[in-house]
């Protein structure tokens, strides 16, 4: 999520978005527990919005044809020359 801050965040938020960022590479299931059970806080506000940012850059990695295919309940087939290696012969 993006935020301007006119000032720093709090030390406590900045460790809270880094610890969950973390924990989504790694652990997403764990991490989406932790974000559940957080309560109202500099550390907890962190970790929601570090969790919020890491789905949304994953999201933005993502192929088109992936991040289609729940959405509309439909499989969409990706163009078979793209994004394929071929060797050279």
């Given at each position: ?13 900045v ?25 109202q ?10 969790r ?38």
């Open positions: 999520m993006e935020r301007e801050f006119e000032f720093d965040p709090h030390p406590d938020y460790e809270g978005f880094n610890e969950a960022y973390i924990l989504m590479q790694q652990y997403p299931d764990l991490a989406d527990h932790l974000a559940k059970a957080m309560r806080s500099e550390r907890g506000d962190g970790f929601l919005d570090g919020e940012q890491y789905i949304a850059e994953k999201a933005e990695r993502m192929p088109k044809w992936l991040q289609n295919r729940d959405v509309e309940g439909k499989d969409i087939d990706p163009d078979k020359g793209k994004d394929t290696y071929e060797p050279d012969r």
